[in-house]
């Protein structure tokens, strides 16, 4: 899923600005740059961090549940958090060793030079942002969904065609806006929302009919936060392939395929599942929309 802006980049010194054109990927200040025989290996603890001998990871602000606990991605709580860290730790950073950074969402996957690691934000992997970033490995597979209020003609919908006149919203820069716009194809535009807060709210004020945000969120928003609203249904995933969160890096980082191969020891080792078993337990079915 998700979408959502971010900070102004610090201007690099020229040194630092050819070093980058070279190698196509963020470098730290010329005097905090890690040894040329880690600028180019997976060697644990030794990478070509953005800070030397730190890991830099970046999400937003709010953080919400279930990725994250108690808005404090620090804590090690929320499936998303709880990824970092066991990420951090296959790339030899333990949890001292990491920093995180705030960064809107839109921002995260934004064409420019990052000053992060990697972003962690519920951004869906697609061919348009990777034009502008590299992506690992996804480490989350994720379905869409439609949140109404109970009772209204919205939480009656069965089908995609039961949604077409209806007003829906979702945060902007989304795969679930462009669920909205790609696959319901409704007869009003869809609102747009800068963060899913304010989506919440128009929901409960009836602003919107329905909001669409991916499946665990819909299954917290509809238990923690607005109880009197139920989940209308998932989309099936589109193209044949699942929607998938990758971790965002530089285009061109010289860390892309050090994070992918830690998404992937962590999949293939069941760290990923027993993760997504411990903070994304209820969010286990819904209504398929057709």
């Keep these: 899923m998700h979408p959502a802006p971010r900070a102004l980049r610090r201007a690099a010194p020229a040194v630092v600005l050819l070093a980058a054109a070279v190698s196509c990927a963020p470098q ?4 905090d740059r890690p040894s040329a025989s ?11 961090t953005h800070a ?3 890991l830099t990871i970046a999400t937003d602000e709010p953080a919400y549940e279930p990725w994250f606990k108690d808005d404090d991605p620090a804590n090690g709580k929320g499936f998303e958090s709880a990824v970092a860290y ?8 333990g949890k001292d060793k990491v920093v995180w950074q705030t960064v809107p969402f839109n921002k995260a996957f934004a064409p420019g030079e990052k000053t992060f690691d990697f972003d962690i934000n519920q951004v869906s992997v697609s061919a348009e942002r990777k034009k502008a970033v590299d992506f690992s490995s996804g480490y989350y597979d994720v379905r869409q969904a439609v949140v109404a209020l109970k ?3 919205a939480s009656k919908a069965t089908s995609i065609a039961g949604l077409k006149g209806l007003k829906l919203g979702a945060q902007v820069g989304t795969t679930s806006l462009d669920y909205i716009e790609d696959v319901v194809k409704p007869a009003q535009e869809a609102a747009a929302f800068a963060k899913n807060d304010q989506a919440k709210s128009a929901l409960k004020n009836r602003q919107v009919d329905a909001i669409v945000v991916d499946l665990p ?7 923690a936060e607005v109880t009197n609203a139920t989940i209308v249904g998932q989309f099936e995933n589109q193209g044949g392939t699942p929607e998938q969160f990758g971790l965002v890096l ?5 860390l892309t395929s050090c994070v992918t191969g830690a998404v992937d020891a962590l999949r293939k080792d069941g760290t990923l599942a027993k993760i997504e078993k411990q903070w994304l337990s209820d969010a286990v079915d819904a ?4």
């Design 38 to 48: 880690g600028a180019h290996t997976c060697e644990k603890g030794e990478l070509a």
């Design 86 to 93: 066991a990420v951090a730790r296959q790339l030899g950073y």
């Design 287 to 290: 209504p398929v929309l057709k």
């Design 250 to 254: 530089d285009k061109g980082s010289a």
């Design 52 to 54: 030397s001998g730190r």
């Design 151 to 153: 009772g209204t003609k």
């Design 217 to 223: 969120t819909a299954f917290y928003i509809t238990g």
């Design 28 to 31: 730290p200040e010329a005097s």
